[in-house]
């Protein structure tokens, strides 16, 4: 496909942001060709049930009650299910994938409509699936034709998780607490946390290596530095620490004075001379209101 797999920020359908994979063409195909065996399976067995209760059945008939149960199997169903299911497919459910919107919302009737219309006019039926894998490959996300048009793309859910970096140091616990981290960027702070989780894995050299340029780069922008021995995994891990602890503290606080705000009674009106209430002569101004 065309995504490089990397981790996207996508809020899913219930409504929780999630760093979730886009599924690769493998996985898709292997979907897809379990949803077609199922589909064929029970196409099969309603043309036998209907070949032996009506075996008699007049030619022009039959082939109009073939057309309406392929259009069924091939159409309806598969839309059905996908809108019922939040985009999950015998297939997707089975390899855990699903198909969002662009936006990371539940798809609703018409994304599964217009996929599963383009999945028999222009990926797989008409163009043998030729379609489907060059937009695929094409696409930066992955998708295929239908996915283009009604504006989804597939999913994977069920990702390995990986353990958090080293927790701080306790011995360093009080010298993190006075860290300027201002100048500290999000990409610098990625690649730290990603060298401790991955660094139980790495050779020794490399690790003490990396690990030393990392702590250096960070260093430039940190301060005060640490303290002296303090080893390149342990000064990062105490930075990253203290990072993390200094933004849920903010977003806590944040939820604390938007709820205390909420709680607050506007203050009364006092009455007007001739004792009428000012409050309902008063009238929105509009426009954006500059938060407290």
Request: positive net charge.
């Amino acid at each position: 496909m065309g995504q490089t797999g990397g981790m996207n920020d996508v809020v899913t359908g219930e409504a929780v942001p999630l760093e979730l994979r886009l599924a690769k063409l493998p996985s898709r195909v292997l979907s897809i060709a379990i949803d077609v065996a199922i589909y064929a399976g029970c196409g099969l067995a309603l043309f036998g049930i209907a070949n032996a209760v009506v075996p008699a059945l007049d030619p022009a008939l039959a082939t109009a009650l073939g057309l309406v149960v392929t259009i069924t199997l091939l159409v309806a169903v598969p839309a059905t299910i996908e809108t019922l299911t939040g985009g999950r497919s015998a297939g997707k459910y089975a390899l855990g994938l699903r198909v969002v919107r662009d936006d990371g919302g539940p798809i609703r009737a018409r994304h599964a409509l217009v996929r599963a219309l383009s999945g028999v006019f222009a990926d797989f039926v008409v163009t043998l699936g030729v379609g489907a894998i060059f937009c695929s490959l094409l696409n930066e996300r992955g998708k295929r034709i239908g996915d283009v048009l009604a504006g989804t793309v597939v999913l994977r859910e069920r990702i390995p998780s990986l353990p958090g970096p080293p927790a701080v140091p306790p011995e360093l616990a009080g010298w993190a607490r006075t860290l300027e981290l201002a100048r500290l960027p999000n990409d610098l702070a990625l690649n730290a946390r990603n060298y401790l989780i991955r660094a139980p894995q790495m050779a020794p050299a490399v690790r003490d290596d990396l690990g030393a340029r990392l702590a250096d780069q960070v260093a430039s922008v940190v301060t005060p530095p640490p303290p002296p021995g303090v080893p390149a995994w342990a000064y990062l891990a105490a930075v990253l620490g203290e990072r993390g602890r200094r933004e849920i503290e903010r977003m806590s606080g944040q939820a604390t004075t938007r709820v205390s705000h909420e709680a607050t009674p506007p203050p009364a009106q006092p009455p007007s001379v001739d004792g009428s209430d000012q409050s309902s002569h008063q009238r929105p101004t509009g426009g954006f209101a500059p938060p407290r």
